[in-house]
Nanobody, 116 residues
Framework: QVQLVESGGGLVQAGGSLRLSCAAS????????MGWFRQAPGKERAVVAF????????YYADSVKGRFTISKDNAKNTMYLQMNSLKPEDTALYYC?????????WGQGTQVTVSS
């Protein structure tokens, strides 16, 4: 059992920055990857970025490459998403997730709203 709690969302103007955090607790496995997803109203949930447990490998959706950075601090059991140069199309509910072969565990989500 893994519990994930996101924080750091908010309202920001286009071009601004936010840093999201995801605190993990419970039975996280060494092979678990962690990631960030987002979903806007009426849209499919989409992957934003993910990272392996050690932090040695990362993936980014094309839409956020060069703007977002995923990282994690295993000592703090926390994953981060640094979001720079935010655009209105980044507006969504952002979720963190963890899993092995599938995304088994999800946080409650944190809202990011980018005004134009």
């Amino acid at each position: 059992q893994v519990q994930l709690v996101e924080s750091g969302g908010g309202l920001v103007q286009a071009g601004g920055s936010l840093r999201l955090s995801c605190a993990a607790s419970g039975r996280t496995g060494s092979a678990y990857r962690m990631g960030w997803f987002r979903q806007a109203p009426g849209k499919e949930r989409a992957v934003v970025a993910f990272i392996n447990w050690s932090g040695s490998s990362t993936y980014y959706a094309d839409s956020v490459k060069g703007r977002f950075t995923i990282s994690k601090d295993n000592a703090k059991n926390t994953m981060y998403l640094q979001m720079n140069s935010l655009k209105p199309e980044d507006t969504a509910l952002y979720y963190c997730a963890a899993g092995l072969s599938i995304w088994d565990y999800w946080g409650q989500g944190t809202q990011v709203t980018v005004s134009s």
